[in-house]
């Protein structure tokens, strides 16, 4: 595995940070989880403008272009000789000194790793996940905005957590209203009534990447879809309920809190959609130069 680290690349062995980096110490930093498929990047573009836009809310100003960010990311699948994988892209505050305070950090760290990731094994793509609520909330807006895709995963990791100790193999965050707002790492849809529901992003949703692909993908099918406030209510009584996600793609799940969804199995137009996502990821997206 060959690694970039601030314009050079590194084997993985000698692929390392300094101690001092804010993005270890404190969080402090940004990132991407981007996938590749048949030798193009796909939403390259649109990964890179969350980062910017999360780099921006936290005043880290990045001192490289989006189009050289653009291309240290495909040099790196190109060396790793990548056609098909997960990228994980990383900016952090870089390195500084002991004290929260940034500003003895002179420029920050990028990092790109280009690797294999199995977020879940085949048969939950055949049979469907488990899912529980946790106690923990999304965490408020008022303290760290959900939106931010930050380096500070630990609301989400206490979360997921969580629903490991409940033998669940994800957790959904409710937010201080009560209301639903994602799982751990994953966007959450269900279908009621026929129309496609996922919360608003108000809830303290991240603007998913994938979730958006889903919502256009529905609407272009002629489907109703749309974001809204919702209830656990909601989704113990829904037709069908996935999760989307760069890592995960589309993963259908059949029981929340005890609650089964639907007959039990993944649902039809789950299915529908999982089709379409896999035709467009494998169609779509940046060519990684040969
Ligand atoms: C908390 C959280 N929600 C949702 C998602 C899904 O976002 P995307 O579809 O952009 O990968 C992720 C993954 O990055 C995440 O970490």
Redo the contacts with the bound molecule.
């Keep these: 595995m060959i690694i970039y680290i601030d314009g050079k690349f590194y084997p993985e062995e000698k692929a390392k940070i300094s101690v001092f980096d804010h993005g270890l110490l404190y969080g402090d930093g940004v990132f991407e ?1 981007i996938r590749a498929y048949a030798g193009r990047v796909f939403k390259l573009d649109e ?1 890179l403008s ?1 980062l910017e836009d999360s780099a921006k809310a936290i005043l880290l100003k990045l001192p490289w272009s989006r189009a050289e960010i653009r291309s240290a990311v495909l040099e790196t699948c190109r060396r790793n000789k990548m056609k098909s994988g997960y990228l994980r892209l990383v900016v952090t505050r870089g390195k500084g000194y002991l004290g929260l305070s940034p500003d003895r950090c002179k420029k920050p760290t990028i990092i790109i790793i280009a690797t294999k990731l199995e977020l879940y094994p085949a048969k939950y793509y055949r049979n469907g996940l488990t899912v529980v609520t946790g106690a923990t909330w999304r965490q408020s807006p008022a303290a760290l905005d ?1 939106g931010i ?1 930050s380096l500070n ?1 630990l609301n ?1 990791i206490l979360a997921k957590i969580e629903g490991q100790l409940a033998g669940a193999q994800e957790v959904i965050l409710l937010n201080p209203q009560g209301l639903v707002s ?6 959450i849809f269900f279908i009621r009534d026929g129309v496609l529901i996922t919360p608003k992003l108000s809830s303290g ?7 958006a692909t889903v919502l256009e993908l529905a609407r272009e099918a002629g489907w109703i879809a749309r974001e809204d406030d919702v209830r656990r209510y909601d989704l113990f009584t829904c037709e069908e309920m996935f999760l ?4 995960a793609e589309i993963v259908p799940v059949v029981e929340v809190d005890g609650r089964m969804i639907g007959t039990g199995k993944p649902g039809k137009r789950t299915a529908e959609l999982m089709h379409l996502y896999h035709q467009l990821v494998t169609t779509t997206g940046t060519k990684i130069p040969r």
């Design positions: 989880g990964h969350r959900p895709k995963y989400n994602e799982c751990s790492g994953d966007n949703a991240l603007n998913g990447i994938t979730r989307t996600g760069t890592g």
